[in-house]
């Protein structure tokens, strides 16, 4: 059983800070890539950040330069800050990996459960 938990979510002033972390347990044999989507009310969910293992990363436009997405390979995290947020950031925020099990796996897609990261102006 793989297991995704995320923290670090709240509510937050416009122009403030957040830093959201995720952590994987369970069977795992090796980490692929593992990144951040949101989903705000209404709307359908979409990607915030990416990383590789190597990590190599991926933002959406709406975040350059405001974002930054690390991890640390050895304890199985991902984390996002989150800068200069402001009321269009206002979502459920969702960890994501692709986590093999054992060297066969196909390397899966496994999700958090979410985290409500919320913005007044």
């Known amino acids: 059983q793989v297991r995704l938990v995320e923290s670090g979510g709240g509510l937050v002033q416009a122009g403030g800070s957040l830093r959201l972390s995720c952590a994987a347990s369970g069977s795992i044999f090796r980490i692929d890539d593992m990144g951040w989507y949101r989903q705000a009310p209404g709307k359908q969910r979409e990607l915030v950040a990416s990383?590789?293992?190597?990590?190599?990363?991926n933002y959406a436009d709406s975040v350059k330069g405001r974002f930054t997405v690390s991890r640390d390979n050895a304890k199985n995290t991902v984390s996002l800050q989150m800068d200069s947020l402001n009321p269009e950031d206002t979502a459920v925020y969702y960890c994501n990996a692709r986590i093999r099990r054992d060297r066969f796996d196909t390397s899966p897609i496994y999700w958090g459960q979410g985290t409500q990261v919320t913005v007044s102006s």
């Open positions: 990383i590789t293992q190597g990590g190599v990363t």
